[in-house]
């Protein structure tokens, strides 16, 4: 099989010159779960070459409604490693590095290869979200987009992309910007923020009371419910967002 043939579609879209530019990329992903997974299918199914993984998390039963790498064999297993097996299961040549870490300030961005062009923050805690995103502020050089919480949410047309500042429906993505302006001095009022972002317009739902009531000790009810075609549209819209950057930056430096 020719790697020519397998992207021949991405060739045609961006033309030579940006599809090359996808191709060398390298992109971290840091989460890898029921947005993460996602991002990171769409990425190497778009030929970037190179991906760095990075999440401390194994596969669960209760993942399996949402995340892409959960299936009956991989529960488990790393994230991680789960992820890579499925990339090179169609794209063996790509180079993926794994890193069964949470992301924390006593190893960012030491963690990161010094390679890398592009971030995508698919994780949910806020501090390190913050972290991600002080960082990202400080390193226009990095492509980098912070993914909202997909959790109570059912209309994946809601899902939409925008600067932090424009952030709507999203409490996770709104605490991240109050700690910016509050401890990373991030512009206040209408002015951007200079972070993209990938949320929902719509409302969060709580979850169903029927299902608290049947609780079985797992993790399926605990938190908010969860549906695929939102989670799965977060972490395209994600991966997207960062193909179609990297390609406006390159014919910018051009």
Not at 56 to 62: I, K, L, N, P, T
Request: with cysteine.
């Amino acid at each position: 099989m020719q790697v020519d043939r397998r992207f021949s579609g991405i060739d045609r879209l961006f033309g030579s010159a940006g599809a090359e530019c996808i191709k060398r990329a390298h992109v971290a992903v840091v989460g890898v779960g029921g947005v993460g997974s996602w991002a990171v299918e769409s990425l190497a199914r778009s030929g970037v070459a190179q991906l760095t993984l990075i999440d401390f998390d194994q596969v669960a039963e209760s993942n399996i409604n949402r995340q892409l790498h959960a299936i009956e064999s991989s529960i488990g297993q790393a994230k991680v490693v789960a992820m890579r097996d499925r990339v090179h299961s169609f794209y063996p040549e790509c180079q993926v590095h794994v890193f069964e870490h949470f992301v924390e300030t006593n190893n960012w961005p030491m963690i990161l290869p010094p390679d890398v062009s592009a971030v995508i923050d698919a994780c949910d805690q806020i501090s390190a979200k913050v972290m991600l995103a002080a960082w990202a502020r400080q390193n226009s050089a990095c492509t980098f987009v912070s993914v909202g919480a997909a959790g109570g949410k059912r209309h994946a047309h809601f899902v939409n992309i925008a600067d932090l500042a424009d952030v709507t429906h999203d409490p996770l993505l709104a605490k991240v910007r109050y700690q910016l302006r509050k401890e990373h001095a991030a512009p206040r009022e209408a002015k951007k923020m200079s972070i993209t972002c990938v949320y929902s317009r719509e409302n969060v739902m709580q979850p169903d009371a029927s299902c608290a009531s049947q609780n079985d000790g797992s993790l399926n009810c605990h938190g908010f419910g969860s549906l695929v075609s939102v989670t799965a549209t977060f972490g395209h819209c994600a991966a997207g967002t960062i193909l179609n950057q990297l390609v406006l930056r390159q014919t910018k430096i051009r």
